[in-house]
């Protein structure tokens, strides 16, 4: 009789912290809501889709799983913020605060990201799919490089070739960044810029004793030299036309 007191006592406390917390987090999502300041507090989930939380001081809070979709978070103080598995499609991060956030699984597609702070922030596991003005502090030149091959797969060859350059500004002796963006500039149109950047693509990969590369930029020059008319009305190769072509040696150029 005394262990089934004590069960209901445990079950009763237990019941009672739960429904303490859930009330904590919702008097800190209208705080932050209502004041735009909620320094180090629990929003582990919160929904804040359009919010307008711009210039909001939210550093130190807990925000892992939080729902900001297109929330506007321009000039907001996100620093030393847990932001992991956060959906922030289409969010407003320009001038952002974001010193020292977990950004582990978050979801940063599309979002605008000019005059952000980075400094300690990694953006490990991050998507960063269709983001403008990614920070090289957060990134690696394979990591924007891959981004530009998934909008090559898609048929954005524009937004891919902004991608390419972006990698090739931070690596100025990427042979494969250079190729890549090569077959993009071909795809719409631009014969020579991507005959340019074919030939860049070449002498670099020439030069790192590369030779699965050079063939592969070999054939994309033989390819832009072939008469039209010998084409019969073939369309332009694209991005993965070559990487199937060569199969398993070129992954190793475009990571997926």
């Known amino acids: 009789m005394k262990s089934k007191v004590i069960v209901t006592a445990i079950f009763l406390t237990s019941i009672n912290l739960t429904q303490s917390a859930i009330a904590a987090n919702h008097d800190h999502i209208r705080q932050a809501l209502s004041t735009k300041k909620c320094v180090n507090c629990d929003l582990s989930g919160a929904g804040f889709v359009m919010a307008d939380l711009s210039g909001a001081d939210l550093s130190g809070a807990n925000l892992a799983g939080a729902n900001l979709s297109r929330a506007n978070l321009t000039g907001a103080n996100l620093s030393g913020a847990n932001l992991s598995g956060a959906g922030l499609f289409g969010a407003n991060l320009a001038g952002a605060k974001l010193n020292g956030v977990n950004l582990l699984g978050a ?21 960063l ?34 991608y390419f350059s972006q990698a090739i500004s931070l690596k100025s002796d990427y042979a494969g960044a250079y190729l890549a963006r090569g077959i993009a500039r071909y795809q719409i149109f631009d014969r020579q810029g991507a ?38 009305k073939a369309p332009a190769p694209t991005l993965m036309d070559f990487v199937g072509s060569v199969g398993s040696v070129l992954l190793q150029l475009f990571p997926f």
């Open 129 to 162: 799919q269709g983001a403008i003005g990614i920070s090289p502090q957060i990134v690696t030149p394979e990591q924007i490089y891959g981004l530009g091959v998934a909008e090559a797969q898609k048929g954005n060859q524009e937004s891919a070739v902004d």
């Open 107 to 127: 979801d940063l597609r599309n979002t605008y990201l000019p005059g952000a702070e980075w400094n300690g922030t990694t953006a490990s596991g991050a998507n």
């Open 195 to 232: 005959f340019q950047d074919a030939e860049m693509a070449k002498r670099l990969f020439s030069i790192q004793n590369n030779n699965p590369g050079k063939e592969t930029a070999l054939a994309f020059i033989k390819e832009m030299q072939t008469p039209l008319d010998g084409k019969v």
